[in-house]
């Protein structure tokens, strides 16, 4: 059967959303993905780098800044767009990256996934507060919901953002480096997955009223 022009127009369209989707998941894995062979490495780096007495994790955050910014750099060529969270997340890798080779310190480093997720919830819930939705204005032409919608979905992820933030400490702080290293690679992405997907119940809980005529139709 031939493929009309306009047959090939939502074929078209839906390849785009894939390849975009499956681009953004590289991008965000990538880096972490670098990140953690780095640190398994990060002693035979440093050696082989002029600086035998690096520890690895700071080895990992030298190569983890570039490649943070490569990402970024990337995702804007592709997209001609930067995504906010990626954004403000390379903000933070830089200054509190930087902090921890200057310094010789790796507190900077891991309290960095803290100080980004309490950013997060703490601009959404003052958005809230001054009756702005920014969850709405970022994913309103993806999602088609009522404000309500957007109100129960602003203070889910407000709280996860919470969440997430006091496990970082939790972690860090009661155990291993190897430990915290292996959670912010293999747990922070699965963890934020899952509960994005349990989200998308509410979404189709709360479709604008012209939808749910087309539903019932």
């Known amino acids: 059967m031939a493929v009309t ?9 839906e390849g785009q959303v894939k390849e975009s989707a499956l681009l953004k998941l590289i ?11 780095a640190y398994n490495k990060g002693a035979a780096l440093a050696e082989w780098a002029g600086f035998p007495d690096t520890k690895p994790i700071i080895a990992a955050t030298a190569i983890f800044i570039p490649t943070m910014a490569l990402s970024v750099l990337v995702s804007y060529i592709v997209t001609r767009s930067v995504a906010v969270m990626p954004l403000v997340s390379l903000v933070l890798v830089v200054v509190f990256g930087g902090l921890t080779i200057w310094l010789n310190d790796d507190t ?10 309490m950013i997060f919830a ?17 994913f309103q032409e993806g999602w088609s919901i009522t404000d ?3 109100f129960l979905l602003t203070v889910r992820w407000s709280a996860f953002f919470v969440f997430m933030a006091v496990l ?44 749910e005529d087309e539903v019932a139709g």
């Open 27 to 37: 991008l965000e894995i990538g880096p972490l993905m670098v990140f953690f062979f």
């Open 168 to 211: 970082n400490e939790v972690i860090w702080r009661n155990f291993s480096e190897e430990f915290w290293v292996n959670f912010k690679v293999w747990g922070n992405l699965p963890i934020t997955m899952i509960f994005a997907i349990f989200q998308m119940r509410l979404v189709f809980q709360h479709p604008m009223p012209e939808e």
């Open 108 to 117: 900077f480093i891991k309290m960095k996934p803290t100080i980004l997720n």
């Open 5 to 13: 022009p306009d047959d090939a127009a939502p074929m078209k369209a």
């Open 148 to 150: 309500r919608g957007w």
């Open 122 to 138: 703490i601009v959404l819930m003052t958005g809230l507060y001054f009756n702005k939705m920014f969850l709405k204005m970022i």
